[in-house]
């Protein structure tokens, strides 16, 4: 499956301010794209203006399998994402949540729950609860979920937001392990460790204009 996705002079307006503006920009299948910015300049805004979550202004996002267009309201079936304002839901185990997530996007190679959980590195607190998970584990969990999804886009927002060294050390690798194949566009306000991988990049200031 050869996904690209192409922006055209995209621009997100609130109110009097626009977020970004003249955006044009073509994502090759397997690219790996960084969209940097500091907090509140409107990464969140483009990432989800990408994935179609929001309208934008003007402009418009293709996305093509092959060369055939995708459906916006499909394609969510072809992207998995992790970020801070993701909720999970905290009355389940993590067991339940990840088969729970099967029934709606099966894991690269088949993966089993037992098997998603140890690359996880989570396999002590399998049954435990989500709501009495450290917000590094929370972050583990979503990002376990995302990257180890059987889709050939991955977005990730600040990724490494609530992790401690060997977890970053963790997400580095499941990133080398399983997303080589993967178009993965990141977020991040400058945390190279979040992005080292990544051979394109977006400055969102360069985007911007005050002037409605």
């Not at 300049?41 to 055939?68: C, H, M, R, Y």
């Not at 999970?88 to 998603?116: C, M």
């Not at 401690?164 to 977020?187: G, P, S």
């Amino acid at each position: 499956m050869q996904v690209s996705i192409h922006i055209n002079n995209l621009g997100k307006k609130f109110v009097n301010e626009w977020i970004f503006k003249n955006l044009t920009l073509t994502i090759t299948p397997a690219a790996k794209l960084v969209i940097l910015g500091a907090n509140g300049s409107g990464k969140s805004t483009l990432l989800q203006s990408i994935a179609s979550f929001l309208i934008p202004t003007k402009g418009e996002v293709v996305w093509k399998n092959d060369t055939q267009a995708i459906e916006d309201d499909t394609i969510y079936k072809y992207l998995s994402m992790a970020s801070p304002y993701m909720e999970l839901i905290e009355d389940f185990t993590l067991t339940e949540t990840i088969e729970h997530q099967a029934k709606f996007k099966p894991f690269v190679n088949n993966l089993s729950a037992t098997e998603v959980i140890k690359l996880m590195q989570l396999d002590h607190a399998s049954e435990k609860y989500l709501k009495n998970y450290s917000s590094g584990m929370r972050q583990r969990v979503k990002l376990g979920l995302a990257i180890l999804a059987d889709c050939p886009v991955l977005l990730l927002d600040e990724p490494c937001s609530n992790l401690d060294t060997n977890a970053i050390n963790w997400y580095q690798n499941m990133i080398n392990e399983f997303a080589q194949q993967k178009t993965v566009i990141v977020c991040s306000n400058a945390v190279k460790e979040e992005y080292l991988f990544c051979t394109n990049k977006i400055e969102i200031e360069n985007h911007k204009s005050i002037k409605a």
